[in-house]
C-alpha cells in the first residue's frame, strides 16, 4: 500500500514541476529572430582570393 502512496507522490509531483515550468515558460518574453546575416568569406579564402588581410 504505501508503494502505491509514494508511486502516486512522486507522479504528482512530476505533474506539479512541469506544470510550473509551462507557466514560467509562459512568463519569458517572445524570442526574437533575427534576420539571416549576409555571409561573408572567410578569412583564409578572402586572402587567397586577394581580398584585405
Known amino acids: ?3 502505491a502512496v509514494f508511486l502516486a ?3 504528482a509531483l512530476f ?3 512541469a506544470l510550473v515550468a509551462k507557466g ?3 512568463l519569458a518574453p517572445e ?3 533575427s534576420p ?6 572567410s578569412a ?3 586572402r587567397r582570393d586577394g581580398g584585405e588581410r
Open 15 to 17: 505533474a506539479l514541476v
Open 24 to 26: 514560467v515558460e509562459k
Open 36 to 41: 539571416a546575416r549576409a555571409t561573408s568569406p
Open 9 to 11: 507522490v512522486t507522479v
Open 1 to 3: 500500500m504505501l508503494d
Open 31 to 33: 524570442g526574437r529572430t
Open 44 to 46: 583564409p579564402a578572402a
